[in-house]
């Protein structure tokens, strides 16, 4: 089943590593085979992994977006996900965890990055932070 980007003007997208950007009209594009698909907003920069949920979905990103480097950033995410762990009593977010575990396990990196988006979430609720970058865009609407 093809996937279906309806892109904005100017809105910029990864499509197996390359980004693209979108002209100055809506467009549609119909993505034909299984690709690594990420647009603008999902995109985090190193700088905006500032925090220990941020610090999980940069190294799966990455993976999802760079798949020649999957073992570099394997370990970091393996790291960052148990420190995370540590810290967190709440067992629906605990649950989260080991299922993003188990879809990075399983090269589902896409999926995985849902539901770590649910962990960006779940700590800006509970510590108050300030969204910014990937969050940012979220908070706006």
């Keep these: ?26 467009s549609a594009l119909l993505l034909q085979n299984k690709a690594s698909v990420l647009r603008e907003k999902d995109i985090m920069q190193p700088e905006e992994a500032n925090s220990p949920s941020r610090r999980i979905y940069f190294p799966v990103m990455m993976m999802y977006l760079d798949q020649s480097e999957i073992d570099k950033y394997q370990s970091e995410f393996v790291q960052r996900l148990s420190e995370f762990m540590t810290a967190i009593r709440n067992p629906d977010i605990l649950a989260d965890c080991v299922n993003i575990s188990r879809l990075v396990m399983a090269r589902e990196y896409y999926k995985a990055l849902a539901l770590c988006r649910k962990l ?21 609407s």
């Design 1 to 26: 089943m093809p996937l279906k980007l309806s892109l904005k003007p100017g809105e910029k997208f990864v499509l197996n590593g390359a980004v693209v950007q979108n002209g100055d009209r809506r």
């Design 120 to 140: 960006i979430e779940y700590e800006d609720e509970r510590l108050g932070h300030v969204p910014s970058g990937l969050s940012e865009s979220r908070a706006a």
